[in-house]
């Protein structure tokens, strides 16, 4: 058995995740240090004391107002929408707090997909952002939960945890706290549901990641040990020590990489998050500027608008650590973006992982590079095989799946034991992701599973092919990617007519423009065919309609 590993181990701490955070001292953020802040408006911002006592007051009023963690521990699931503000970080940590489990759902949301995320996870508790107020009613509606049961988080110019049927609201000044149960049993760590990540399946039935105290702790602390003794090793040769870090949470709290790369990272190393509501072009440029933004996580097509928009100057010049992830990034591009990044003197270093594994699995140590499109070296602690459908290791050269094991890995899927048992093979969980060993490093080359990836989300062709049947003109469907510059892909159906001529293209793209939210559309558009190819007990052959696909792109750049 050919295994990966780091040469090191790390040793973790026996602790829940608030108390890592807020009573160990392992945690470098200081009482009164601004640990999330309005971009907007930098006056409007939460230290690590005044983060602590709202966290606390969220908590009890979850508990006492809405019984959230009343009957033990990592049961009651509350389900957060919301742009981007630093009042989430509160919510999160008090839904923590109060025993409940955080579960984000994508401010791009329909009512529909809001309203299947609250019924998945047999939520009583829907807490909105003011903006998704008329998308959280509508999703309340349509999951039959009362009003009294649904919040609005308001964190500007004040802060703000409202119940929308009334009666029932958070006294962020004087109201009652309550602070966390301490846990320090290591299998009552193990075992722990506090953060609940949802993952689109091949079927088109989104699937619950269980993230545990033990998890999120071991993703925080692991790379840890590494980054801070080569800053110390650095200072103490005489190097100068790295800038505080900044950076600007651009991306949605609905993955990983918002609610480990916002939530909780930045505060273990004493660093400052400014939230923008929304992504939007000109305002992230005015923002890394005007901050002095130092670090920052973001996907390939990000990167690429950097690399190529002729409105990029100087405003990455502050920028010292940069990494991307989501979707592979090429040589080429990280090239490109590695000279607009620090004045010329920032690498971009690349990292891969899941929800499933917590993200990172692999990691560059802090003081490397690479700049061949590699995803890193694994990190301590993991380990990682690369085999066929047989689960035999494969010759170093040829692609392979990926499959990984370690502390950071999920207990499995919320309240599916058999997507659970599909996704492991013994005690190893299967990535789906197909990447080949070149001189000792691996490149992820194609993804076993039928997922597309749009900047970085996640996209279930069966969701889209489900949907589209149901028009009563439409007879079939599937629905393959088409690579586009960034990484990305984006979907492309193609549509048995029941009738030929029944519907135009714009026909069948505002079919799905009325029920999938915004990064699900079918930029890649829309193709009529008389049959879609099958095997021989009837199952689409996708690999056919890529092939097609690709033909058809190559023609039309003729």
Known sequence: MRIYKNKNTVDLPKVDLPTLLFDSEHCLAQEDTPLHLSAA????????A??????????????????????????DVVVVCSSGQPAVAALFFGIIAAGGIFSAASPSHTPEELARQVTQGKSKVLVVSSDKREVGLKAAQLAGLPLDRVLI????????????????SLDAVNGEQMTWRRVTDEEELKRSLIVLLYSSGTTGVPKGVM????????????????????????????????????????????????????????????????????????????????????????????????AKSPDVTDQFDTVEVAITGAAPMDAELQQAANRRLGKGKTRISQTWGLSETTGAVTAMPRGASDITGSISPVL????????????????????????????????????????????????????????????GKFYIVDRKKELLKYKGLQIAPA?????????????????????????????????????????????????????????KQLRGGVRFVDELPKNAVGKILRRELRDKARVEETRAKL
């Open 41 to 48: 408006n930098p006056a409007i911002h939460l230290t690590k």
């Open 50 to 75: 005044t983060l602590r006592v709202l966290t606390e007051r969220i908590a009890h009023f979850l508990r006492h107002s809405l019984s959230v963690g009343s009957q033990g521990s990592y049961k």
């Open 153 to 168: 988080l308001e964190g500007e110019p004040q802060w703000e945890l409202k119940c929308v049927g009334g009666g029932k």
């Open 211 to 306: 993230l545990s105290h033990y998890n999120l702790v071991a993703q925080l602390y692991i790379p840890s040990i590494q980054a801070r003794a080569h800053v110390a090793a650095a200072v103490e040769a005489g190097e100068p020590a790295p800038s505080p870090f900044k950076t600007l949470a651009h991306l949605p709290i609905a993955h990983i990489a918002g609610v480990f790369g916002y939530l909780i990272s930045p505060f273990f190393s004493g660093g400052s998050v400014y939230w923008m509501s929304k992504f939007s072009w000109k305002p992230f440029l005015e923002y890394f500027k005007s901050l002095q933004i130092t670090g920052f996580y973001t996907v390939p097509s990000i990167y690429l608008r950097i």
């Open 380 to 439: 301590p602690n993991m380990e990682m095989r690369c085999v066929d459908d047989e689960y035999r290791d494969v010759t170093p050269g040829q692609p392979g799946e990926l499959i990984v094991r370690g502390p950071f890995v999920t207990n499995g899927y919320y309240d599916n034991e058999e997507a659970t048992k599909a996704t492991f093979h013994q005690d190893w969980f299967l990535t789906g992701d197909i990447a080949v060993e070149r001189s």
């Open 463 to 519: 969701e889209l092919e489900n949907h589209l049947i149901t028009h009563e003109k439409i007879l079939e469907a599937a629905v393959v990617g088409v690579p586009i510059e960034g990484g990305s892909e984006v979907p492309r159906a193609y549509v048995v007519l029941r009738e030929r001529g029944g519907l135009s293209e714009e026909d069948v793209k505002a079919f799905v423009r009325g029920h999938l939210a915004e990064y």
